[in-house]
């Protein structure tokens, strides 16, 4: 299994990123994928997940202005994260559940204000 992550970078308060994972050695349309980010000396944290169905759950810190998205065809994750905050820096990793954790190799958002 492997996930690959891109998109992040150095965006002002208020703006815009798309976060693209891209999936490999697994059934990407039947499972439920996500995102996750850890922020310096805090715990990883559920952003977002999407089930095989395109059924979508977000943390309460980012309903609104984060959409989760995916293209099974394209095997690949999306996420579209909207007026950014500064508390919104992390690393985003993306991530399956497959009998274990897999996680990509996170990409860097920051936020300046």
């Known amino acids: 299994v492997q996930l690959q992550a891109s998109g992040g970078g150095l965006v002002q308060a208020g703006g815009s990123l798309r976060l693209s994972c891209a999936a490999s050695?697994?059934?990407?349309?039947?499972?439920?994928v996500g995102w996750y980010r850890q922020a310096p000396e805090k715990d990883r944290e559920l952003v977002a997940n999407?089930?095989?169905?395109?059924?979508?759950n977000y943390a309460d810190s980012v309903k609104g202005r984060f959409t989760i998205s995916r293209d099974n065809r394209k095997r690949t994750l999306y996420l579209q994260m909207n007026s950014l905050y500064p508390e919104d820096t992390a690393v985003y990793y993306c991530?399956?559940?497959?009998?274990?954790?897999?996680w990509g190799q996170g990409t860097l958002v920051t936020v300046s204000s």
């Open positions: 999407i089930t095989s169905n395109h059924i979508t």
């Open positions: 991530h399956v559940y497959l009998r274990r954790n897999y």
């Open positions: 050695g697994i059934n990407f349309s039947l499972n439920t």
